[in-house]
């Protein structure tokens, strides 16, 4: 077998090495002739940015999930039939790692979604042939100006790696340096790097993520003062202020120091002490929460375009069934991953030619009918215990059925009950 090419992320220590991201970017060294990523005074280097925040809220991190998992993960169809198990036993494992094409082509493209740059990293053997594939990092990869022999850098903790441009049916001069393939959303910030289409989103992601913060530090600390202590009067002495003190440091904060009282001993009858209410009502600062949450998914959601079912998302009474929900998933195949399926597919084409796989291919696509017989999906979902029948009839859009009351109920009892949701359906 003729000897591979150097793979600067073929092996597990370079592989491990590059999942470390840099701190800061002043500790970086000066390339010259590196083109910048886009950045934003507040945020710094934005693609990764973009990476680190995907931790910042479940639903973000869902959306990326699933559109990515939609465009390569539901399965590759291989259109020359004859050959189709000769083709997925090449494509099982592509890389010394043992990983195969769909581990690789997904991690590729998960980076697309998050960052907006997908970066295939393709290994020729000494006879030019394409022999392995690896996932490149995105936030490791940077561009250098065009017309320069090493289009690509990979820059980790390790020495910087270059890298040729992947061009279909050219196979660079030097075998010691991989090629790379790029998956690039277009941006107007930048000629050289991508950009995700959900940024939009970020304020929201940000807001909801504080917000989350506020209120854990709030529970943990009782970050806003519950109570302010008014002396009219006079003041406290020495003693009584340092027991006040000392209560609200140690008797006051925590769960296990709820519904403490505070007992202060004032001598002089002239003195008078009063407690002011400082912080809202545990009830409208829960529903300030809620509402501020609700909206910030609200417009995740949306900026990812993704239907809010396939994210966990469950509004009763306002999916309308089954019918709408096919409707919302044709949509989402036809104008969100349709392009992204296109986009691969388009690119990975001459790479698996030259690999050998000559039959033609493509990503299978979301089945938007799962739902469309609400006669088999319901009654499936309310017999495997996921849904009861009141909730089921709220997702088809119909009212809770009336439940009757027990057998041997007092007829006073049922009366109460029946009053009792009429007046929740009012």
């Given at each position: 077998?003729?000897?591979?090419?150097?793979?600067?992320?073929?092996?597990?220590?370079?592989?491990?090495?590059?999942?470390?991201?840099?701190?800061?970017?002043?500790?970086?060294?000066?390339?010259?002739?590196?083109?910048?990523?886009?950045?934003?005074?507040?945020?710094?280097?934005?693609?990764?940015?973009?990476?680190?925040?995907?931790?910042?809220?479940?639903?973000?991190?869902?959306?990326?999930?699933?559109?990515?998992?939609?465009?390569?993960?539901?399965?590759?169809?291989?259109?020359?039939?004859?050959?189709?198990?000769?083709?997925?036993?090449?494509?099982?494992?592509?890389?010394?790692?043992?990983?195969?094409?769909?581990?690789?082509?997904?991690?590729?493209?998960?980076?697309?979604?998050?960052?907006?740059?997908?970066?295939?990293?393709?290994?020729?053997?000494?006879?030019?042939?394409?022999?392995?594939?690896?996932?490149?990092?995105?936030?490791?990869?940077?561009?250098?100006?065009?017309?320069?022999?090493?289009?690509?850098?990979?820059?980790?903790?390790?020495?910087?790696?270059?890298?040729?441009?992947?061009?279909?049916?050219?196979?660079?001069?030097?075998?010691?340096?991989?090629?790379?393939?790029?998956?690039?959303?277009?941006?107007?910030?930048?000629?050289?790097?991508?950009?995700?289409?959900?940024?939009?989103?970020?304020?929201?992601?940000?807001?909801?993520?504080?917000?989350?913060?506020?209120?854990?530090?709030?529970?943990?600390?009782?970050?806003?003062?519950?109570?302010?202590?008014?002396?009219?009067?006079?003041?406290?002495?020495?003693?009584?202020?340092?027991?006040?003190?000392?209560?609200?440091?140690?008797?006051?904060?925590?769960?296990?120091?709820?519904?403490?009282?505070?007992?202060?001993?004032?001598?002089?009858?002239?003195?008078?002490?009063?407690?002011?209410?400082?912080?809202?009502?545990?009830?409208?600062?829960?529903?300030?929460?809620?509402?501020?949450?609700?909206?910030?998914?609200?417009?995740?959601?949306?900026?990812?375009?993704?239907?809010?079912?396939?994210?966990?998302?469950?509004?009763?009474?306002?999916?309308?069934?089954?019918g709408e929900i096919h409707g919302q998933l044709k949509v989402f195949q036809e104008v969100t991953i349709n392009p992204r399926q296109t986009l691969f597919e388009t690119k990975l084409r001459p790479v698996l030619k030259e690999m050998?796989?000559?039959?033609?291919?493509?990503?299978?696509?979301?089945?938007?009918?799962?739902?469309?017989?609400?006669?088999?999906?319901?009654?499936?979902?309310?017999?495997?215990?996921?849904?009861?029948?009141?909730?089921?009839?709220?997702?088809?859009?119909?009212?809770?059925?009336?439940?009757?009351?027990?057998?041997?109920?007092?007829?006073?009892?049922?009366?109460?009950?029946?009053?009792?949701?009429?007046?929740?359906?009012?």
């Amino acid at each position: 077998m003729a000897e591979t090419a150097k793979k600067p992320f073929g092996g597990a220590k370079v592989i491990y090495v590059a999942r470390f991201e840099k701190e800061s970017k002043q500790s970086e060294p000066e390339m010259g002739d590196v083109v910048e990523r886009p950045m934003t005074q507040d945020r710094g280097d934005l693609i990764n940015y973009y990476s680190q925040i995907t931790d910042y809220n479940s639903y973000h991190a869902r959306c990326l999930r699933v559109k990515s998992d939609c465009t390569v993960n539901l399965g590759l169809e291989i259109l020359d039939e004859p050959k189709e198990d000769s083709i997925r036993d090449r494509l099982a494992v592509v890389n010394d790692m043992g990983q195969s094409f769909q581990e690789v082509i997904s991690r590729v493209s998960l980076d697309f979604e998050t960052t907006g740059n997908g970066y295939l990293e393709i290994v020729r053997d000494r006879a030019g042939r394409i022999q392995e594939l690896y996932h490149a990092p995105a936030i490791l990869m940077k561009r250098r100006k065009r017309g320069e022999k090493f289009p690509f850098i990979y820059k980790g903790l390790a020495e910087a790696v270059d890298f040729y441009a992947y061009r279909p049916g050219e196979k660079p001069g030097d075998p010691d340096h991989g090629e790379i393939l790029h998956f690039c959303n277009y941006t107007d910030k930048s000629r050289y790097y991508g950009l995700p289409d959900w940024r939009g989103a970020v304020p929201d992601i940000e807001v909801d993520y504080y917000a989350v913060l506020y209120n854990q530090k709030f529970f943990i600390n009782s970050g806003v003062p519950d109570l302010a202590i008014v002396v009219e009067g006079g003041e406290f002495d020495e003693e009584t202020e340092k027991k006040v003190v000392d209560f609200f440091q140690s008797n006051f904060k925590g769960l296990n120091n709820a519904h403490r009282t505070l007992y202060l001993p004032v001598n002089d009858q002239d003195i008078k002490v009063r407690f002011e209410k400082l912080a809202l009502d545990i009830k409208d600062r829960d529903g300030s929460f809620d509402k501020l949450r609700a909206r910030c998914r609200d417009n995740i959601v949306s900026a990812h375009g993704v239907p809010p079912r396939l994210v966990g998302i469950v509004v009763s009474g306002q999916l309308g069934g089954g019918g709408e929900i096919h409707g919302q998933l044709k949509v989402f195949q036809e104008v969100t991953i349709n392009p992204r399926q296109t986009l691969f597919e388009t690119k990975l084409r001459p790479v698996l030619k030259e690999m050998g796989i000559e039959a033609d291919f493509k990503f299978q696509e979301l089945d938007a009918k799962i739902q469309e017989k609400d006669s088999e999906y319901y009654p499936a979902l309310v017999g495997a215990g996921i849904l009861d029948t009141n909730e089921a009839r709220e997702d088809l859009g119909y009212g809770a059925r009336q439940e009757e009351p027990e057998p041997g109920t007092p007829p006073e009892e049922a009366l109460v009950d029946t009053l009792e949701k009429i007046y929740k359906e009012l």
